[in-house]
């Protein structure tokens, strides 16, 4: 099968949408990413897969914590800020939990330490320990075949 295809097949899953975020010497790092799923209930733990090319990836590896935040519905624009789709600044809503740097206003924010690494492919899945989050009641941001949706 060629590359073409199997993004296609892999689209046809329908994700919610995440900007993972950490911070080295002050300096904030985030990325808009799909790939997150939960792991264990005990010990908690979440999974995020990084590129190896990613900016984030090294510092996540550097810095050995992160946040996942998920995003609601009304934050398509900062998935974009995130994804490198938007040229021009924008404000990023940015706050502090459990001395992470979180996207303020998020769906959940999960403060994560980092738990375990594995090489897959051309990705990094890091697994985070979840130390703390915060919820609230709101639509998500869904993501499906290659395009922004809406619940309703």
Known sequence: ???????????KFATGVTIV????????????????MSVSLDPKLV???????????????????FAVNILKESQKELSQYFANQLKEDIDIPLDRFEE??????????????LYDSHEAGDHTLFIGRVENL?????????YFEGSYKQCK
Request: charge should be negative; include cysteine; proline fraction near 3%.
């Open 21 to 36: 975020t950490t911070e080295v010497k002050g300096d904030l790092h985030g990325m808009t990413a799909n790939a997150f």
């Open 100 to 113: 992470q740097p979180i996207i303020d206003g998020a769906l959940v924010n999960i403060a994560c330490t």
């Open 134 to 142: 915060m919820v609230q009641d709101e639509e998500p941001l869904l």
């Open 47 to 65: 999974l995020i897969s990084v590129a190896k090319h990613a900016n984030s990836h090294d510092i996540i590896k550097q810095t050995g914590a």
């Open 1 to 11: 099968m060629d590359d073409r295809l199997f993004k296609t097949a892999m689209g």
